[in-house]
């Protein structure tokens, strides 16, 4: 498989269009927009700007390398071109797909507590069906249990996910960003992933600051696609929605549900036990 790559890749040393070195498969509402705004920043890195859905739907797959490779932004031979498709991680389809397309692409997932994951997934989908039911009432079923078959649960197993993909990469190969620390630290968080892509450090602090009004980080210094330096933006409307309250009993019940679930996907990623915090 690495074959095709190279063949699809023949003329180096110039500015033309390159399959991912490095791919965001996840999660959904874990931050999956804000990491790559802010890996943009750095010279490096060259990001698609929309989501691409490659390995996920049919109809792109099927299009074939090619066709993935002309969705990639021109970059020179050095950098890294990078992806963000949040529901990579969850289909069952997608690991052997990605390990057909490249063995050594490098593999990102930034988490979230499974439980705010599933609130904040909630509340993204009101914006299209505003007459849903409060979140409370979506989670249990008929018989007041929950219900664990609802897809915003499901998306937050994370070690169910996670084992198939390692069935086509080893561990090291992919990289835990903590959602959390990405809000509360992000020079830090974002540090960690500069050191895994071996890209040079560039992102510090200054590149940061916190918008009061919105909560959330934003960011200074990003390249834009002419190559010019924007000077300060923030995430828009649709990222750091505010959250309905949820009842504190149903919200205990989930944090109990994912418990388990949770300690299973910190051995299986040899974790520390607060990333999901
Ligand atoms: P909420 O809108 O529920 O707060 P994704 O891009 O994967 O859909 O993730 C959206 C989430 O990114 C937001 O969920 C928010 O918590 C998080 N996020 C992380 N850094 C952010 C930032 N600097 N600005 C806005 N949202 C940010």
Redesign the pocket.
């Known amino acids: 498989a690495d074959r095709n790559v190279a063949k699809i890749g023949i003329e180096d040393g110039e500015m033309r269009k390159r399959l991912p070195n490095a791919i965001i498969i996840g999660?959904?509402?874990?931050?999956?927009?804000?990491l790559l705004e802010i890996l943009k920043i750095h010279p490096s890195i060259r990001a698609c700007s929309s989501e691409v859905h490659f390995f996920d739907r049919d109809e792109n797959y099927e299009q074939g390398l090619e066709w993935y490779q002309q969705q990639m932004p021109a970059s020179l031979p050095h950098q890294i071109t990078i992806e963000k498709s949040?529901s990579y991680f969850i289909r069952p389809e997608v690991p052997e797909r990605v390990y057909g397309m490249s063995k050594t692409v490098k593999l990102l997932v930034?988490v979230?507590d499974p439980t705010r994951r599933a609130?904040?997934d909630y509340?993204?989908s009101l914006e299209r069906k505003p007459d849903n039911p409060p979140f409370e009432e979506m989670v249990m079923d008929a018989d007041g249990k929950i219900d664990e078959d609802w897809s915003k649960l499901e998306i937050g197993r994370y070690a169910k996910h996670l084992a198939r993909w390692l069935k086509y990469f080893p561990l090291h190969q992919i990289h835990f960003v903590s959602?959390e620390e990405?809000?509360k630290r992000?020079a830090k968080e974002v540090q960690l992933v500069e050191r895994f892509l071996k890209l040079k450090p560039f992102i510090t602090e200054d590149n940061f600051f916190f918008n009061e009004s919105?909560g959330?980080?934003?960011?200074v210094g990003k390249i834009t696609e002419n190559g010019s330096v924007k000077k300060s933006h923030?995430?828009g409307e649709?990222?750091?929605?505010k959250?309905p309250d949820v009842q504190e009993d149903v919200l205990e019940r989930l944090r109990e549900f994912f418990r388990p679930l949770n300690g299973k996907f910190y051995s299986m990623a040899d974790l520390l036990g607060d990333i999901l915090v």
Request: glycine share 12%; charged share 25%; hydrophobic share 30%.
């Open positions: 999660v959904k509402k874990g931050g999956t927009r804000a949040p930034i979230r609130i904040s509340t993204q959602g990405l809000i992000p919105k959330f980080p934003c960011f923030c995430m649709t990222k750091g929605r959250h």
